[in-house]
Each structure stands twice: as C-alpha cells, then as structure tokens.
C-alpha cells in the first residue's frame, strides 16, 4: 500500500470484507452454541442452528446433506451426552441415542448408512455402529481400555487406544497399531497423557492426520501435527509450533486441513487454520470481527470444500 494517503488507506480498511479494524459484520448470536458456517474467501459467517446445551465433536456425511454431532440433554454431565443429526438446511432435529450414559463422538460410514460413535455402558468407552436412524445400536470394538477419537474411511476405522493411533481394516478385531509415540500414556502436567489423538483419514485412504502431544508445560498439553500411512510407515511432522492444536480435518480433495489452534501457551484462542496437506501456507481463517468471547470447535469442510463448518462457542 505504498504510496496511499492516510484517508485512503482508512477506507480500504473499512471497505474489504474480513479487514476487521471497521468491519460492520458480526457474528450471529442465539443460544450459547450453535452450528456455524464460515466461507474463507469473503470472511462470512453464518449461523445454522443453535441450543442452550454443550455441543461437540460435529461430523458431516459423504452426501454433504446431514449433520451428526453430540450434545447434552437434560444436564452438563458426560452420561447426559447423546448423538444427533440434523439436516443441512437446519431441520429435522433427531436424537439418535438416549440413555443413562456417554454416547458421542460420531462418524460417518462411508456410504452415509451407518454411523460409528463412542459409548461408555460400563467399565470403558467402546466403539459402537448404528444406523444412520438410530436403530440396530451395537458395540463394534473394545480393546478392554478406553478407545476413542473415530474416523471412517473406505474400509477402515482409524481411532485411539493406549494414547496411539490404530486402524481397523473391515471390521476386524484384531487392528493394527500405526504409531507409537515417546512416552505413550505417561501422565505429566496436562489434562492427557503423552501420546496421540483424534486421527483422521484422508478421503483417498492414503495418510492419516493426527496431533501429538509433545510438552506438558500448560495443563491443556501443547501438540503437533502429524501424518502418517495407514501401514505405520512414512510418519510426517507437519508443525513445529508446540501450540494447544488438533482436531484436523481434511479438504474433499486432500489438499488442505483445517484444524483448530485453541492455545498458544497459556493464551487461549480456539481460532480456525488452514494448511496445505504437506504443512505449507499455515494461516488463520478466522475473521477479524469475531469476539474475544467466541471459540471455534471442530472445524470440517462441506462437500464443495468452499465453506468450513464449525461449532461455535459463546464463553461467559
């Protein structure tokens, strides 16, 4: 901008769109959480549907015409958390599970008819499937420890147990573990242990992202990105910052993810990026007049892959 006058300069500020020294746009405000919409190219956010509950763990199936995700009903408690869907347009609002206990967690087949989830029935929380309607609920997986963080992709099911990545092929009990991280399961100073989580497939199969956490020195864990083949072999560091970081999602065509940077050492921030798949042009995509009082969750592109769904958050 060389050259500009200050008056000039003053209204290029406020006349481009996600500018955010005089952008006029707000985010809108419902219930305390809400499914939101955010198009990177204009800095737009909209929102879909909101509630009063705690919302998490947002999914979107291959038709890009239904939403899962997982709310609290009836109390703030985990066994109060239960499985929804809810058309893309906003309604058809349906609860998928209801008992006495923690169901969340949701994860797509990848023909959109079944759905796998998390559940915690007794002693530890299993992998479950049911029907995209709710019905036919019933344990897949239990590896006798916790087992968590699921992704569905072709004809296998990436999650976590013992603090490392897994990959089930075809259903199979006998899944292959794919990373092995230093000090696995070692309880330090965070809210984790040491170790691996929320892997996510590539729609081609290929990798699988997920984040590590490599220092305990903020009791939320500071983590990295990483890729790694479904075999174990060709891991990839794909950050170096050491952020409070994770929850990555792939683009439709596997050349970007989004994830969510909640922390910067103890500075919280739960703002959207977005990366190249090889950890290139890393850049934050969250709008500049988006509140201090607003946190972003589980960011996921839509089937175009033009806009990014999330979870938003109003703090109070």
């Known amino acids: 901008m060389r050259g500009l006058t200050c008056g000039a300069l003053l209204f290029l500020l406020w006349a481009v769109p996600g500018c955010g020294l005089f952008d006029s746009r707000t985010v809108p405000h419902e219930g305390r959480f809400?499914?939101?919409?955010?198009?990177p190219a204009s800095g737009d956010i909209g929102l879909l549907y909101s509630?009063?509950?705690r919302m998490s763990n947002l999914a979107l199936d291959p038709s890009g015409t239904l939403f899962a995700f997982a709310c609290r009903i009836g109390g703030d408690s985990l066994a109060h958390e239960e499985v929804f869907t809810l058309s893309h347009d906003g309604s058809d609002l349906r609860q998928l599970t209801s008992n006495d206990f923690l169901d969340t967690y949701p994860a797509w087949s990848p023909d959109g008819e079944e759905i796998a989830y998390l559940s915690w029935p007794d002693s530890t929380l299993d992998i479950w499937i049911m029907n995209a309607n709710g019905s036919g609920q019933r344990r897949l997986f239990d590896s006798g420890s916790h087992d968590g963080d699921i992704s569905w992709a072709g004809n296998r099911i990436a999650f976590t147990t013992g603090s490392r990545v897994w990959v089930m092929w075809d259903f199979a009990l006998n899944p292959t573990q794919v990373t092995d991280p230093p000090r696995a399961g070692e309880w330090g100073n965070a809210v984790l242990p040491f170790g691996d989580y929320d892997p996510r497939i590539s729609p081609d199969g290929s990798r699988i992202v997920f984040e590590r956490m490599v220092d305990d020195s903020?009791?939320?864990?500071n983590y990295d990105l990483f890729l790694v083949n479904p075999d174990s072999n060709g891991e990839t560091r794909l950050t170096t910052t050491g952020w409070t970081q994770g929850m990555a999602n792939w683009s439709?065509?596997?050349n970007e993810l989004v994830f969510i940077v909640s922390a910067v050492g103890n500075e919280g921030r739960y703002d959207i990026w977005l990366m190249n798949a090889d950890g290139s042009n890393r850049h934050d995509i969250t709008p500049g007049y988006v509140p201090d009082g607003f946190l972003c969750h589980c960011p996921l592109f839509d089937a175009?892959?033009?806009t990014v769904w999330f979870i938003g958050e109003w703090w109070e």
Not at 34 to 39: E, K, P, Q, S, T
């Open 34 to 39: 809400g499914i939101y919409w955010l198009h």
């Open 51 to 53: 509630d009063s509950s």
């Open 218 to 221: 903020v009791v939320h864990g």
């Open 252 to 254: 439709p065509d596997g």
């Open 304 to 306: 175009s892959g033009d």
